[in-house]
């Protein structure tokens, strides 16, 4: 229940923002319907009704009681968009209607008189769960009202997701370049007081003569008399009598949201000058910071709670001074801009759509029914990252958020991972420029590959080996070179030619070398390598060579297995997965049942302790998990999901049991929200991966190893289309004809 576009207010951007965000990322679960505020009806909308009837409350409620398919109502609430004292007619509906009730408050005034306070306490008496934006509201509603903690949810206002960018990335398209942009967006009312920038702005342009102060937005219609403007006629003169033509740029249109956004990353420093000090939330507000902008801001409930000294300046309501002074001394220092920049960009990332969808989704999950799982929309397939973080010598290791970071150098590493990545798309999609990328990344390996047949693992941003390769153990990614030229190999019928030559003679000079391998891990990665070379060529070497090391496995399986711990070593670390993988495999060359037996064995110990009570969770990289202790929590990484999601799908072709196909998306969804944090650990708009998750927040680097270790669990899945149908729901929670929510192409906020 709301207002809806091309109803113009924030309430309706809101609104349609969220339900599409929720439909976006749980469509399998929930669909939402619109139940529209408006006085006139308009053509689309199957449930509306005029919020100044009474008697409309009670049709509607009714109408809604007969339609079994809609099993909860979320109100968006706010005093003015019903009838009656504070909105009071509302009570009309919330007592015919049978189906259970959420709202989201969208104004929570302090110290209410009697009346208010009896409202707000009613409606909560109605509702199953209150969503609210602040803890400043949580507050007041808890001490001023005597609302009772359990029956708040605190969710933020929801932002929308943008690949991280500098101002001067942007600026050019807009022929910004050379200046220093400050700006407000949003719809323009003397509540805005745009004034005060502009009264402002003359002691700023004195010391940066570059400086343009962008006003973004349509007037708000309400401000709109006997069509005039009066207000944005007055703004204008005051641009004119202070002489600023040149440094003020209005923006008197409706614009697309795309471009909106790079309007605000192409800004140096976002003005938020409302003059209402009770404003519980703002969507402007909330929207810079996740456009990375530092802000100065008047001081009401939200900007004092979120904006600190790390993110921007607070000011005054209505004090110009404070103002030009706050916005020289950012203006002035780059350095402050861009460390409050990266705050912002990171404060806000809990706050992006999905998250906020994540989140609704849990308490519609937990009033309608608890033991329905939900079914995370798996996104689709994007390289765009991985494009991104490749160059003319191979993949960069890291990212500073999702910027290539070109001094960090190659790994062979990242570049056989990166290969493999390749050869699964290409073998799913058949896409020509796929074989560019397998070119190059299985020339870095032939570049790492010394005389002696082993391989260096460190080439520096120049193309040099690094001295680190002296230092540091490269068995690991040695073997890992070996699983990727496997790989290769494996597709001689949908391959080139020459690329099997190359990687065949990869694997020849490594020859003297691969039965030496010591460590479990490395053994794993040598066995997979080898069985995937022998599923095209015969080879009695290597076949000898995988029962070898997985007999050295056995071994080591047998001195440390006892009671409660079924494993190869007296503790669990990375990669654990590819383990009980290389001895599925090693029975799948040899047939020898012990393999069989250990890989079930050890698996299911494994399985054991990262799915508990319905969770998953990756064993932690702070102290890993040491035998007869209690693990470590936190610090989980996407190669540990990655590879459980490989182990399973391996484990699942061979013994079709389907609790490991239900764990596999279990462990997939992890990526998409499925977590402790209920937050994305994947990018959809720049197709990179966070490099962690951690207690309190996502890695937002999104650097090779998590980047191309999600695509090869985005792969897998995409052999288990229909996955979610393994756990049935039966119900849909929330029954809806999806073509009725509308693109919110205009977002308008308060």
Same mark, same amino acid.
């Given at each position: ?5 091309? @109803? ?29 505020? &408006? ?28 339609? =079994? ?85 605190? *969710? ?62 349509? @007037? ?27 440094? &003020? ?30 404003? !519980? ?10 456009? !990375? ?63 906020? !969808? ?48 070109? /001094? ?5 590493? /990242?570049?056989?991972? !990166? ?68 790989? &290769? ?6 391959? =080139? ?17 691969? =039965? ?39 071994? +080591? ?20 997965? *590819? ?14 049942? &012990? ?139 929330? +029954? ?9 192409? +205009?977002?308008?906020? +308060?």
């Amino acid at each position: 229940m709301s207002t809806f576009p091309p @109803t113009t207010c924030g309430i309706a951007t809101y609104t349609t923002d969220t339900m599409q965000s929720i439909q976006r990322k749980f469509g399998k679960s929930f669909e939402c319907e619109e139940l529209e505020i &408006v006085k006139a009806q308009k053509p689309g909308f199957s449930y509306h009704f005029n919020p100044q009837k009474k008697q409309e409350y009670i049709r509607i409620a009714e109408d809604i009681n007969r339609n =079994p398919e809609i099993r909860l109502i979320h109100i968006q609430h706010e005093f003015g968009l019903f009838g009656g004292a504070y909105g009071s007619y509302l009570f009309e509906f919330l007592k015919k209607t049978d189906k259970p009730v959420v709202m989201t408050f969208h104004t929570v005034l302090p110290r209410p008189n009697p009346e208010l306070k009896s409202v707000v306490q009613k409606l909560v008496k109605y509702s199953h769960q209150i969503f609210i934006m602040t803890q400043q509201s949580v507050k007041i509603l808890v001490e001023d009202y005597g609302i009772p903690e359990e029956k708040l949810a605190l *969710i933020e206002h929801g932002t929308h997701m943008v690949a991280w960018k500098s101002p001067e990335e942007v600026k050019e398209k807009y022929g910004f370049q050379g200046r220093l942009v400050l700006s407000t967006f949003g719809l323009l009312g003397t509540g805005k007081s745009i004034e005060t920038a502009l009264y402002a702005l003359p002691e700023i342009v004195e010391q940066h003569p570059d400086a343009l102060y962008l006003i973004i937005g349509k @007037t708000h219609p309400g401000n709109i008399k006997n069509n005039r403007d009066n207000y944005r006629k007055f703004l204008k003169s005051l641009v004119d009598q202070l002489e600023l033509s040149a440094h &003020v740029k209005f923006y008197d249109s409706y614009l697309e949201l795309n471009q909106l956004l790079e309007l605000l990353q192409a800004t140096d420093v976002y003005l938020f000058t409302s003059k209402d000090p009770n404003q !519980a939330v703002s969507g402007t507000f909330s929207y810079a910071m996740s456009c !990375a902008c530092p802000i100065i801001a008047t001081t009401n409930p939200h900007t004092k709670e979120i904006l600190n000294h790390e993110l921007g300046i607070l000011i005054e309501i209505g004090d110009h001074k404070q103002l030009s002074e706050a916005a020289i001394k950012l203006l002035s220092d780059k350095k402050l801009r861009e460390f409050m920049a990266v705050q912002a960009y990171t404060k806000t990332s809990s706050s992006v759509w999905d998250n906020i !969808a994540i989140q609704h989704a849990r308490v519609y999950q937990d009033i309608l029914d608890k033991n329905e799982p939900l079914k995370f929309s798996k996104p689709k397939i994007k390289l765009d990252h991985l494009k991104r973080l490749t160059t003319e010598k191979g993949m960069i290791q890291f990212s500073r958020i999702s910027t290539p970071d070109r /001094d960090s150098g190659y790994t062979l590493d /990242d570049n056989a991972r !990166a290969l493999i990545v390749m050869l699964m798309h290409y073998k799913i999609f058949r896409t020509s420029e796929d074989l560019n990328y397998i070119d190059l990344y299985l020339s870095f390996i032939e570049r790492c590959q010394t005389k002696a047949g082993n391989f260096v693992n460190y080439i520096d941003e120049h193309n040099k080996v690094h001295i680190k390769n002296d230092y540091v153990n490269l068995e690991d990614s040695n073997t890992r070179a070996i699983w990727a030229l496997g790989q &290769v190999v494996s597709e001689a019928h949908n391959l =080139p030619p020459e690329y099997i030559k190359r990687a065949k003679s990869c694997m020849d000079k490594a020859r003297t070398w691969i =039965p030496g391998v010591l460590s479990p891990r490395s053994i794993a990665f040598t066995i997979k390598g080898l069985y995937l070379y022998l599923e095209n060529f015969e080879d009695e070497e290597f076949k000898k060579a995988i029962e070898d090391l997985a007999q050295n496995l056995i071994s +080591r399986y047998d001195l440390n297995r006892e009671k409660d711990w079924e494993w190869f070593e007296e503790y669990l670390t990375y990669a654990n997965s *590819i383990l009980p993988e290389a001895m599925l495999l090693a029975f799948l060359t040899t047939g020898k049942k &012990v393999y069989k037996k250990t890989a079930l064995e050890s698996f299911e110990f494994l399985l054991s302790k990262i799915y508990k009570n319905g969770d998953f969770k990756v064993v932690s990289n702070k102290g890993w998990h040491q035998k007869h202790t209690e693990p470590e929590k936190y610090g989980e990484q996407p190669i540990d999901v990655a590879y459980t999601i490989q182990a399973l799908d391996l484990f699942y072709q061979h013994f079709k049991n389907p609790a490991y196909k239900i764990k596999m998306e279990k462990a997939f969804n992890w990526f998409l929200g499925d977590n402790h944090l209920n937050r994305i650990v994947y990018n959809p708009v720049t197709g990179g991966c966070g490099d962690g998750l951690e207690k309190e927040n996502v890695n937002l680097n999104q650097g090779a190893e998590s980047t191309v270790c999600y695509l090869m669990a985005r792969l897998i899945m995409e052999s288990y289309p229909d996955t979610s149908a393994s756990e049935p729901f039966q119900d849909n929670s929330l +029954r809806t004809k999806r073509r009725r929510v509308r693109k919110a192409s +205009r977002p308008e906020f +308060r």
